[in-house]
């Protein structure tokens, strides 16, 4: 049986590519996306990974070579690939990792952010489906 790969561990020790099977992301955490059909990073996922991710994905830190403070740093990933799906956001493991859809995985840790709200990973959702603009 063939495994997925999924970037986990974002802010913790930096990056960190996990082998697991689809059953070891539990689907059930992850919120559903936005009905929102105009998110965009700069108005709405960027103010969010600002205050929840830039102490360790901005311009000052990147755990993991990975930066979350533009869109093109986001896309290109980190040093284990890509952390968005464009178009598949119940696959990409940035949504995985801010959702604890992976047992002792949710980003940001404890002491380094508040978690995301279900909202706030609800609007990441609908912008990933949305193309990612």
Same mark, same amino acid.
């Given at each position: 049986?063939?495994?997925?790969?999924?970037?986990?561990?974002?802010?913790?020790?930096?990056?960190?590519?996990?082998?697991?099977?689809?059953?070891?992301?539990?689907?059930?955490?992850?919120?559903?996306?936005?009905?929102?059909?105009?998110?965009?990073?700069?108005?709405?996922?960027?103010?969010?990974?600002?205050?929840?991710?830039?102490?360790?994905? +901005?311009?000052?830190?990147?755990? /993991? @070579?990975?930066?979350?403070? %533009? !869109?093109?740093?986001?896309?290109? &990933?980190?040093?284990? +690939?890509?952390?968005?799906?464009? /178009? @598949?956001?119940?696959?990409? %493991? !940035?949504?995985?990792?801010?959702? &604890?859809?992976?047992?002792?995985?949710?980003?940001?840790?404890?002491?380094?952010?508040?978690?995301?709200?279900?909202?706030?990973?609800?609007?990441?959702?609908?912008?990933?489906?949305?193309?990612?603009?």
């Amino acid at each position: 049986m063939l495994k997925n790969y999924y970037l986990l561990g974002l802010c913790v020790t930096g990056l960190t590519l996990v082998s697991m099977s689809a059953a070891d992301v539990d689907t059930k955490k992850i919120p559903p996306a936005s009905t929102r059909t105009d998110v965009t990073f700069d108005k709405d996922i960027k103010p969010i990974f600002e205050k929840a991710c830039f102490k360790c994905h +901005g311009t000052e830190k990147q755990k /993991g @070579k990975l930066r979350v403070d %533009s !869109l093109a740093a986001i896309k290109k &990933g980190g040093e284990n +690939g890509e952390v968005i799906l464009i /178009g @598949k956001s119940d696959k990409s %493991s !940035l949504v995985h990792a801010v959702s &604890g859809a992976v047992e002792d995985e949710l980003m940001p840790p404890d002491g380094k952010g508040d978690p995301l709200t279900k909202d706030q990973i609800g609007l990441i959702r609908a912008w990933i489906d949305g193309g990612a603009k």
